[in-house]
């Protein structure tokens, strides 16, 4: 047997080994159960519009504010990085090293109970959130913007500057906009991740106007004494994800055309 048609068959005997394994978890499931717990029609209908309006609309509102925030961070940090003056390098990567260091949840805990104890200062949800998910993921995005700063081949910077453009203009007209097309898949990762971890701002204590996609599951949840909040939610979940996951493949794709 040639090794093309062997390596087929194995694929064949996978195939056909995981089509078993569905077929048998099919037939031992029960299906009844698994109806009432996780797909009760009357729960998740009770769950709208608000699950819509007030649950989805603040996790996006949470994730952009955060978004936004991140990215502004994570340019200048970037840019202090690849500076000439070493005091700007040291302080963003002890910037860097840090907040990826720390575990988003931490962030939230610090920014949301921490400063209050300490100073006296009761930050709103959104400025928390917006703070704690642009530290967290300003740190993530200071590497990618530096990493694909340094792509940019440098004659590109050198020709700008042959041209009489200043550092600031050469960077801003010319060395940026190409690193941004280099990096947008990875961003887009970024924000898919910062989507998700907006769940940690249940642990600050929301109202029932503020609750994003995670708390508004978890109330639900504990009300009805049933996981069919959740699985509404992570529908919910997907719908924010799934089209920013097509969109990375789609610039993956057109980046690597373009090569």
Not at 192 to 203: E, G, M
Not at 211 to 221: K, P, S
Request: charge should be positive; charged fraction near 15%; proline fraction near 4%.
């Amino acid at each position: 047997m040639s090794p093309r048609k062997r390596a087929a068959l194995v694929r064949y005997v996978q195939y056909a080994l995981l089509v078993l394994l569905v077929v048998v978890l099919a037939l031992i499931a029960d299906w009844g159960e698994i109806r009432r717990a996780f797909l009760d029609l009357d729960i998740a209908g009770a769950q709208f519009p608000d699950v819509i309006v007030i649950a989805l609309k603040n996790t996006i509102i949470y994730t952009a504010c955060g978004f936004a925030f991140g990215l502004a961070l994570g340019l200048v940090l970037a840019l202090m990085r690849l500076s000439s003056v070493g005091p700007y390098r040291w302080i963003s990567t002890g910037i860097i090293e840090l907040f990826r260091g720390l575990p988003a949840l931490v962030v939230f805990l610090v920014l949301g109970l921490g400063l209050s104890l300490a100073f006296g200062t009761q930050l709103s949800n959104l400025t928390t959130v917006t703070l704690a998910l642009g530290l967290v993921g300003g740190a993530y995005m200071a590497e990618t913007i530096r990493a694909g700063i340094q792509a940019v081949p440098k004659g590109q910077y050198e020709a700008a500057r042959t041209l009489g453009m200043t550092h600031s203009r050469a960077m801003i007209t010319i060395v940026l906009p190409q690193a941004f097309r280099v990096i947008l898949p990875p961003l887009t990762n970024e924000l898919i991740l910062l989507t998700k971890d907006s769940s940690l701002v249940y642990i600050l204590g929301l109202s029932l106007d503020e609750y994003e996609l995670t708390a508004f599951g978890r109330e639900n949840m504990n009300a009805n004494a049933n996981l069919t909040p959740m699985v509404t939610i992570a529908l919910c979940y997907l719908l924010i994800t799934v089209p920013l996951s097509i969109v990375v493949r789609r610039l993956e794709a057109k980046s690597g055309k373009a090569r």
